[in-house]
């Protein structure tokens, strides 16, 4: 089972973006790079309308889960990163993610290790793990949950047992799994089997290793 | 029969609403920002609710195999409070967004001078956003309030074409239609419409730029009155084509024009309904 999902870069992104959009949408966010250098404050408008100009393809098995929408917003939020220290910066990624939908959240979400804001924005982690959507849930316990404690670790990993978010999202999860997170499993485990329903595939395996 | 109901406040419906209406042949709605019967005191509810419209609301749809897509706007009935005017200026971030298609409901509750103004601006602003209207009738005064409605519409300058004048009844249908707007019948279990009613209207007047919808709310209201009426147009003679038309092709030919409709097989049209392996195709044999 693979917990570690692949190390993001904006080169990664670009390439993945330059086999899926057209000539004209490549254009389009170097345009948009170059305006938000010049004036970070449109970056709200720019988020908004990135389906709309490059479209949501899925990026293939190199971005697992990726689709081209998200690729653009991350590279568009790190355009503003030359021209902002770390507390301006955070102020406007988090003025996207609180104006933004599900799909630019997520974005914002995927965008915090690659601009080194995790931890300056774990206000936005713990919004997204108190929904009950499981592409921000997932998106919160991806690389930027280096930023959670231990305690809303635990709590976000078992979230996505019960919303149905794959194990496979949380990054470093045997890594980072503890005793306490074990124990976790194993009582949800055993609630499961007494109201006689089953225990998810997930949790099966984490069980099984605690057995070993 | 794959239906799409173009006004439907799924916010506030429940999950077994999305069940039946999935079960109904139910594939798409569009939920137009409207009143919640309590008044609302500070912009900041308005926020938490568009927020909603284009978050929570479409991932629930989706849970039930459903495409939700939204229309907002500061209804009329509360462009009368004075401590909600700012609302309008909250709105140009909203109309940005991928799930929204319409500016709506706007228009006119009891035809005041806020009413006014509300509806004037935020038809500028439609224009300006490139998206259509939809535009509510008042259930009080209703041919008096229609005809006015149509004059804004006109001295506006948006297209006739990209509006929707919605909650019509046989003494309103006509001037709508002549307008070039759009014709919109809410089909309720008592009051504005019901399906002999609209079956009558659709013989007189046709199917071209006719949308029918149930408005379901937290009202008395019936989240399967769309498929009612398909039934009640069969029996009444009408085709499986001209039912098509009706409840799907006519609803997403009005908020294709948004550019912004993201129906199950792609923007698409023949996509949609014939290929192999899509959703709707999939209910289409069912039917």
Redesign the interface.
């Known amino acids: 089972m693979n917990t570690t999902p692949t190390a993001v870069t904006s080169e990664t992104l670009h390439a993945s973006l330059a086999g899926v959009l057209s000539d004209e949408a490549l254009t389009w966010i170097e345009d948009a790079r170059a305006t938000l250098g010049r004036a970070p404050e449109r970056v709200t408008f720019y988020s908004a309308i990135t389906a709309l100009r490059c479209g949501r393809a899925p990026l293939g098995a190199a971005l697992p889960g990726w689709t081209a929408d998200d690729a653009v917003r991350v590279l568009l939020l790190c355009a503003l990163r030359p021209g902002l220290a770390d507390g301006p910066l955070a102020d406007r990624v988090e003025e996207v993610y609180r104006q933004g939908d599900s799909a630019e959240r997520r974005a914002v979400l995927r965008a915090l290790p690659l601009l080194k804001l995790a931890r300056h924005c774990q206000s936005l982690l713990r919004d997204a793990l108190r929904t009950n959507d499981p592409r921000l849930i997932g998106a919160a316990l991806g690389p930027c949950a280096t930023a959670l404690d231990q305690r809303a670790w635990r709590d976000g990993v078992l979230k996505c047992v019960f919303v149905g978010v794959p194990l496979t999202e949380v990054a470093g999860l045997r890594e980072r799994m503890d005793a306490d997170l074990l124990r976790m499993f194993g009582d949800y485990a055993a609630e499961r089997r007494a109201a006689g329903r089953p225990v998810p595939d997930d949790l099966a395996a984490f069980l099984d290793l605690k057995e070993d | 029969m794959p239906i799409f109901d173009p006004h439907i406040h799924m916010t506030s419906r429940t999950t077994r609403d999305y069940e039946e209406m999935f079960h109904a042949g139910v594939r798409a709605v569009v939920e137009p920002a409207f009143w919640l019967g309590q008044p609302r005191t500070s912009p900041g509810s308005f926020i938490d609710y568009f927020d909603g419209l284009?978050?929570?609301e479409?991932?629930r749809a989706s849970q039930f195999g459903i495409t939700h897509h939204c229309t907002i706007a500061l209804n009329p009935k509360e462009a009368n409070d004075p401590r909600l005017a700012e609302v309008i200026d909250l709105l140009p971030?909203y109309l940005?967004?991928?799930?929204v298609v319409a500016v709506g409901e706007i228009g006119y509750d009891a035809m005041t001078p806020e009413e006014d103004l509300a509806f004037s601006r935020q038809l500028a602003l439609a224009i300006e956003y490139g998206l259509p209207a939809l535009v509510h009738t008042p259930h009080r005064d209703k041919a008096a309030g229609t005809r006015r409605t149509l004059d804004v519409v006109k001295e506006s300058g948006i297209a006739p074409e990209r509006v929707t004048v919605d909650h019509l009844n046989e003494l309103t249908v006509r001037m709508v239609l002549e307008s070039g707007c759009w014709a919109g019948f809410s089909v309720y279990p008592d009051t504005k419409m019901d399906e002999d009613r609209m079956v009558a209207i659709l013989k007189e007047y046709g199917t071209e730029r006719v949308l029918v919808n149930s408005a379901a709310d937290w009202g008395r209201s019936d989240p399967l009155k769309t498929r009612k009426v398909g039934d009640a147009m069969l029996a009444a003679g009408f085709t499986e084509d001209d039912v098509q038309t009706v409840l799907w092709h006519n609803p997403r030919a009005f908020y294709a024009q948004s550019?912004?409709l993201?129906l199950p097989g792609g923007h698409d049209a023949d996509a949609v309904e014939y290929a192999g392996n899509s959703v709707l195709r999939g209910v289409a044999k069912e039917a």
């Open positions: 284009i978050g929570w479409p991932f971030r940005v967004k991928d799930q550019g912004r993201d």
